[in-house]
């Protein structure tokens, strides 16, 4: 079955084409497209991307698509800066009292030495707040999400470093004695990637350290402070280290406690009892982490009132015995358990990771299975869940048109694809796993969006 093919054949609701006109949030134009190009009534076709034109509410239904092309110098804003502060409601996330659906993609953008961290840890999103890139090459980043219908972005809000690389830091060790870093290399440097998401009408999940090696994280605290090799899992109980990291989230997040652009906080990429070292005290458990996370999330509770909290994690199930390693969170490696730290106080809304090829199993039938069993936990918690971050390396087409539409029918709040690519000044950011404008996965995305929308009744 072709590509092409398989796309129009996906179970999404409200995406089918007509032969005169393409419905709302449907495509009518761009590179390449030879379907409709006017808009049912009440929609007008507006061009994203070269690559993509889509039918958005408004007035003057029905006309043509617009000859504007984007490029990545000028970039126009597709929606309007964020107000308000999102907030939960039940199982779904509300703005101003009404829907708002979480949408979007992980933005990577390598430094070439650092390829093979990433896959060996499967570290989360580097972004451009961690790299050396101008303003504009982050609105043009932003851009390409937003033009899918995207809503919000996952990002790193950390960088440790005991040496200089020549990157933006936020925060350096002279021994133990971390300094934050509040300079233009630092978080002002954040700044910047705050105003190119808000210039794009974009919200930001913010997550504020690394279970993995990659841009220092969780053992450069045990390392600097307890010594050098001494177990991970001090991170969540050693009170030296966890001073010192509630000194950075709270620097970090009252810098923007005002700020409309956060969507929310999360304490840590991936939290686990094992990091990037084997080295553990041998001790830590699923009370380990429940217990650290119910701490730092009330930390933060207490100054910021304004922006949601998350853990960050991958949703490990505590099913004892299970033969498949992510349904045993119990495993001394894992130390997690989805349904239980839902139900703690100060946590807002779940998370969860889909990476069947790195777990060593089939991306279906477990991958829509992992995403019912999440829904379930959804469901008896009576919070939000995202799957917000997940990813294939064959028939993504297939594959994520089966998960998408698992999303969409088991309710869950929404969906971060890694990871999202663009054509910037230098070129193309990294291309392994990216979703670029104009691919089949780009147009799929925008697609997905549309019916995640439709949905909620999210009226964005």
């Known amino acids: 079955m072709t590509q092409l093919l398989s796309l129009a054949l996906l179970a999404i609701p409200l995406m089918k ?56 110098t000028s970039v126009s804003t597709p929606t309007a800066a964020p107000t308000g502060f999102v907030k939960t409601s039940g199982t779904r996330f509300t703005l101003s009292g009404k829907p708002f659906t979480v949408v979007g993609y992980e933005l990577v953008f390598f430094a070439p030495s650092r390829l093979s961290i990433f896959f060996m840890f499967r570290a989360n999103a580097y972004w451009v707040g961690l790299m050396d890139y101008g303003i504009n090459d982050m609105k043009t980043a932003f851009h390409d999400i937003a033009a899918t219908g995207a809503s919000v972005v996952r990002t790193w809000g950390f960088h440790e470093i005991t ?68 177990p991970h899992d001090f991170f969540y109980t050693n009170p030296t280290v966890i001073a010192a990291y509630k000194n950075y989230v709270k620097t970090f997040v009252t810098r923007y406690l005002n700020e409309p652009t956060i969507f929310a906080w999360e304490l840590a990429n991936e939290p686990r009892c094992l990091g990037s070292t084997s080295s553990s005290s041998g001790t830590c458990t699923i009370s380990t982490i429940s217990t650290w996370a119910a701490e730092m999330s009330a930390f933060i509770k207490s100054i910021d009132s304004n922006h949601l909290v998350a853990i960050g994690d991958e ?146």
């Open 17 to 72: 084409s007509v032969s005169a006109q393409s419905p709302v949030f449907g495509q009518c134009g761009g590179q390449g497209w030879a379907g409709p190009t006017t808009c049912a009534s009440g929609s007008v076709c507006v061009v994203q991307n070269p690559f993509y034109s889509q039918c958005v509410p408004g007035d003057g239904g029905g006309l043509p698509p617009s000859t504007t092309t984007a490029t990545t």
């Open 163 to 230: 040496t200089s690389d020549g990157e933006p830091f936020y925060q350096s060790w002279s021994g133990s004695t971390p300094t934050i870093n509040t300079g233009a290399n630092g978080l002002q440097n954040f700044d910047n990637v705050v105003a190119a998401a808000k210039a794009n009408g974009m919200r930001l999940i913010v997550t504020l350290t690394n279970n993995w090696s990659d841009y220092g994280g969780m053992d450069v605290y045990v390392n600097q402070l307890v010594g050098q090799g001494q």
């Open 315 to 460: 949703g490990f199930i505590n099913d004892p015995g299970n033969p498949i390693f992510v349904y045993n969170g119990q495993s001394p490696s894992l130390g997690i358990d989805f349904a239980a730290n839902l139900n703690i106080s100060t946590l807002d809304f779940g998370t969860f990771h889909l990476y069947p090829d790195s777990w060593g199993e089939t991306a279906n039938p477990f991958g829509t299975q992992w995403i019912v069993d999440h829904a379930t936990a959804m469901k008896a918690s009576n919070k939000p869940i995202i799957m917000e971050e997940f990813g294939i390396t064959n028939d993504e087409a297939d594959v994520y048109g089966s998960w998408y539409s698992a999303i969409v029918s088991n309710n869950v709040a929404g969906d971060l694809i890694w990871q999202a690519g663009s054509i910037l000044s230098n070129g193309e950011s990294d291309p392994n796993g990216a979703v670029f404008p104009g691919s089949a996965i780009y147009i799929l995305d925008t697609q997905h969006a549309a019916a995640l929308r439709a949905r909620d009744g999210d009226p964005q």
